[in-house]
């Protein structure tokens, strides 16, 4: 009896041990499954992020021949708005010739107080109407941006008058574009 109680004894352990093996089996099947919905939540998540950081910058204004810009290490893209354009000749608003510059300066006559270059601020203004009537359902949608090119060599003076004549004009936003620095 002793070797048979052991014998039905150790059977039943074994066979209960069977039990608990196949359970546990089970067990470990269902939890070491992929969980392909949260590896597609990751993969989305770093999809949305990589869309967001990634930018394609295009710029769509062109260098004028005349001109020779500055240098910097910005890393700021460039954004559209109004173009200027000034070399050492003459300044241009939407490659259009606006005012002559005569050995190195503005001429008197486009002067108004020796800071307001008139026939600037004339151009300045139709282009903000224009943009005001464009837009006519959102009166503040007008942004004042200009993304000037001024050539590297003109003299601050010129700069000063052509700032003041947009800030009067309602372009208090400037840009200046510049030549990205090579590194190295």
Known sequence: ??????GGGGGSISHHGGKHTQKSRKRQHVSTGLMLASMLDILMAILFFLMKNYSQVQSDFNIGKDISLPYSSSVTPPVNALQMVVTQKAIMVD???VVDIVNGDIPKEDLVQGLLVKPL???LKKQKDRNIVQNDVDKKSFAGMIVMQAD???????????????????????KLAVLKKEEG
Request: aromatic fraction near 8%; avoid cysteine; charged fraction near 20%.
């Open 1 to 6: 009896m002793a070797g048979g109680g052991g």
């Open 95 to 97: 490659q259009e010739k």
């Open 121 to 123: 601020a004339l151009k």
């Open 152 to 174: 590297k060599a003109l003299q601050f003076n010129v700069l000063k008058k052509i700032l003041y004549t947009a800030q009067l004009s309602d372009f208090v936003t400037l």
